[in-house]
């Protein structure tokens, strides 16, 4: 067997670097959250900070549970009046991973239409106690019918056009997206 000139073998030094290797590529997948927005890692943290958006708008982590698994999205918060009346008006593209919440200070009923939404979207209505009420699934772009919850809602949120029944997101699942 050859020493290199640390007095080691090859062989060990070429095993040490597979090992480093593989280490770091386990470290960087245990980090990764799929495009889907299907978190297979535990510890979705609601609320943490994901910066601002292209659009100037705060973004958190949201995470939804639905049965035994938890889906992350990064959303922009539209907090202000501004914020939520533009919502995703004239964009023509939204990632699996991404999606828009609409909080209100007080529980209200809630009326959404996709006037200038060129893209369809799933609206989730979601309760004060962070359950989903209902969900109005891939919505039609431009049209000005009104798209109405059930109830008084705390929040709104939207999400690609047909997500929610890709992703198994149904009413009465559980919504996160502020930290506690």
Known sequence: MRENRHGKSDEMTLGRSKIAGALAFALLAACTIPANGDSKVAGCVAGASQGQSPAGMEQVTLCIT??????????????????????????????????????????????????NTVIPLDIIFVRTNGTIESIAENTVPYSEESVVSGEPVGAVLELRGGLSSELGIAAGDKVAWQGK
């Open 66 to 115: 639905s049965g035994t698994k938890t889906h992350a999205f990064t959303v922009e918060v539209a907090a202000s009046s501004v914020q939520q009346a533009k919502g995703m008006m004239f964009r023509t593209e939204m990632a699996d991973n991404t999606g828009m919440i609409f909080p209100f200070p007080q529980p209200r009923p809630a009326s959404f239409w996709m006037k």
